[in-house]
């Protein structure tokens, strides 16, 4: 009776039978997965995806500190570029296959990096509220001032009270010509002075106001 041949192959002079144990280690090696199904990377690889995709809006500066391989640099550059909805599919498909062989210490970086950026545009959003809220404090109600120096008495007194004097006298002209066309309120160029001025001593960067776009048309 001929004897049925056990399938496998050889590593090292060394007979490895296919489904034993070390077969399994074997391929896993080779695959660089030891634990990863398909499903598992198709996820991983929608994930990676994604991620690239995020890299889009990340700012320059974050972007840039990444030091991301040139090819990644180019694909995500040109995919800015495209505005055609299937090219731009198409594209990121190309970047999720360029971050699925980063090095996973650079891909955690990335990931860093969206974060800071959410993290900083909330502080920067509530940084915003608070400034509006304070100047129009200060130009609605004369009890504003006292509290506001108070909190912050290095504030020039002089400057502030000639900034809210100048805001109040525009205020009215200017809201009733935009009433009269259906539109809000147009601010003027004290208006604006004065958000720089609190913004500054609440301690945020110059940043224009939201109305400045609309004002200056």
Not at 6 to 19: C, D, N
């Amino acid at each position: 009776m001929s004897r049925k041949l056990q399938k496998g192959y050889f590593v090292k002079g060394r007979f490895v039978a296919e489904g034993s144990a070390q077969d399994v280690q074997f391929k896993a090696e080779r695959k660089g997965r030891p634990d990863a199904s398909r499903t598992d990377l198709k996820r991983e690889s929608a994930g990676l995806q994604a991620l690239g995709k995020e890299l889009l809006d990340l700012r320059a500066d974050l972007f840039d500190a990444l030091g991301l391989p040139d090819d990644l640099v180019q694909a995500l550059a040109e995919a800015r570029r495209i505005t055609d909805f299937e090219g731009k599919r198409r594209q990121l498909q190309y970047v999720g296959k360029i971050m699925r062989r980063l090095e996973s210490a650079l891909v955690q970086a990335a990931r860093q990096a969206l974060a800071t950026q959410r993290t900083g545009s909330a502080a920067e959003k509530l940084l915003l509220h608070q400034t509006e809220q304070w100047r129009d404090r200060l130009v609605a109600d004369d009890a504003a001032l006292p509290s506001w120096m108070a909190a912050h008495p290095g504030t020039d007194t002089q400057q502030l009270r000639a900034l809210i004097r100048q805001a109040r006298k525009s205020a009215p002209a200017a809201g009733q010509a935009a009433l009269s066309q259906g539109l809000a309120p147009r601010k003027g160029r004290a208006y604006r002075e004065l958000f720089q001025l609190v913004r500054g001593h609440l301690g945020g960067a110059d940043v224009p106001d939201m109305h400045q776009e609309h004002d200056d048309e």
